[in-house]
Nanobody, 121 residues
């Protein structure tokens, strides 16, 4: 089994900062891309940021310059540093990872349970 466990969400005022963490655990042979998605009430889930095992990053236009994604491959962990938060960043944030559990298998998508981020105006 593989689990992704997020932490770091909460309530913050506009202009504030939060740091999300997500750790993958269980039977893991290799992790390719890791990323963060978010889903606001009544909206579709959207990509916020992603990072490859080599460190290449990709961001949604709405968070460029404010959010930074990073990872610690030794700890199977991915982070999302969120600065200059806006009320429109309010959403449930989900961790995602492409993981191979055993040598010879294909990568499979795994998701965390989600963590709420609420930004008050």
């Amino acid at each position: 089994q593989v689990q992704l466990v997020e932490s770091g969400g909460g309530l913050v005022q506009a202009g504030g900062s939060l740091r999300l963490s997500c750790t993958a655990s269980g039977t893991i042979f290799s992790i390719n891309a890791m990323g963060w998605y978010r889903q606001a009430l009544g909206k579709q889930r959207e990509l916020v940021a992603a990072i490859t095992s080599g460190g290449s990053t990709n961001y949604a236009d709405s968070v460029k310059g404010r959010f930074t994604i990073s990872r610690d491959n030794a700890k199977n962990r991915v982070y999302l540093q969120m600065n200059s938060l806006k009320p429109e960043d309010t959403a449930v944030y989900y961790c995602n990872a492409d993981i191979i559990r055993h040598y010879g298998l294909a990568y499979r998508d795994y998701w965390g349970q989600g963590t709420q981020v609420t930004v008050s105006s």
